[in-house]
């Protein structure tokens, strides 16, 4: 697996090359800004880009619009935002744009090296890897909240799971549940928000990202 990094602090970005080349990835460029991230993208073509939402010279939201443009420029380029912040105004367009290939995870919930590497894997392949928080405040931002107040609290956490890239098999298994019952919630959901059923993981959750992302304009 081919990556690039965009991250402003030098001891979390050095220390983040050194972890995924342990882990047999191959990091082609660490860079500090926006600038630096587009300009690496275009000359390597990585598998996935990780970037911070943060980045010079205003340090608000030049990772996550950079991520965006990865999204339109590159789209054979997954794109995983790695933060300490949830920025829903650029995250629903990123999210939500039908594409595959996305990720967002927060840096203060990941603990562990490998569960990082294999989100990674999962955005590179294009799948998705999105931490419930972060769904958690994408589903506030929506304005038709009626719609997803709809679902049982069963059905939401099946709904966040499934936004994080897990099978039905992981979900039944973390549930202690039938993978039957699991499809049984799914089928719930998919009616509730009045979207169309898939085989495919990372479709189904881009379906119902893509119903976020419509609802919230």
């Not at 629903?92 to 490998?114: F, P």
């Not at 966040?160 to 549930?175: Q, W, Y």
């Amino acid at each position: 697996m081919r990556v690039v990094i965009a991250e402003d602090s030098s001891i979390l970005r050095d220390g983040l090359v050194q972890l995924l080349e342990m882990r047999g990835v191959e990091v082609l460029a660490a860079v500090q800004d926006a600038e630096a991230l587009l300009a690496a993208v275009a000359e390597h073509r990585p598998d996935a880009a990780v970037v911070d939402i943060r980045l010079p010279p205003t340090q608000t939201d030049e990772g996550l619009r950079a991520a965006v443009q990865i999204r339109r420029t590159a789209p054979g380029t997954g794109v995983l935002i790695f933060s300490q912040y949830v920025e829903t105004k650029y995250a629903e367009q990123l999210v939500g744009d039908g594409g595959a290939g996305v990720g967002y995870l927060l840096k203060e919930r990941v603990v562990d090296i490998g569960e990082f590497v294999n989100a990674l894997e999962r955005v590179a392949a294009g799948g998705t890897a999105l931490d419930p928080e972060v769904v958690a405040q994408l589903f506030g931002a929506s304005r038709r909240a009626a719609a997803l107040d709809a679902l049982t609290p069963r059905e939401r956490e099946v709904l966040g799971l499934m936004a994080e890239g897990r099978t039905n098999h992981a979900i039944a298994e973390g549930f202690g549940v039938s993978e039957r019952a699991v499809e049984k919630h799914i089928a719930n959901i998919f009616s509730k928000l009045d979207l169309p059923p898939s085989e495919s993981g990372h479709r189904r959750v881009l379906a119902v990202l893509r119903y976020l992302d419509r609802s919230a304009r």
